[in-house]
């Protein structure tokens, strides 16, 4: 059975930083494209970045030189480091897991981040 977790995140100030794990089970990331999403309340879930193939990434406008995505393949597990958050941050993060044949294969539950002073 496939299964993602999040864990990380918490109450931060603005400016501050987090990191979240999202750490996987029945599958092998590294084979993966694995995404964070986010979805704020009352806003619809929105890609923040992706790792993919070779280490690849890429990130919306609104996170580049502010988060960093990476891969921990012994642990397998996939991360993303927010630096110098916001309160537009605040959100549900969660990350999935996509084959480039099967598509999407599965999500994690999501962890809360909330930036705020």
């Known amino acids: 059975q496939v299964q993602l977790v999040e864990s990380g995140g918490a109450p931060v100030q603005p400016g501050g930083s987090l990191k979240l794990s999202c750490t996987a089970s029945g599958i092998t990331v590294s084979m993966y494209t694995v995404g964070w999403y986010r979805q704020a309340p009352g806003k619809q879930r929105e890609l923040v970045g992706a790792v993919m193939n070779g280490n690849v990434t890429n990130y919306v406008d609104s996170v580049k030189d502010r988060f960093t995505i990476s891969r921990d393949n012994a642990k397998n597990t996939v991360y993303l480091q927010m630096n110098n958050l916001k309160p537009e941050d605040t959100a549900v993060y969660y990350c999935?897991?996509?084959?480039?044949?099967?598509?999407?294969?599965?999500w994690g539950r999501g962890t809360q981040v909330t930036v705020s002073s």
């Open positions: 999935n897991a996509k084959d480039r044949k099967a598509g999407i294969v599965a």
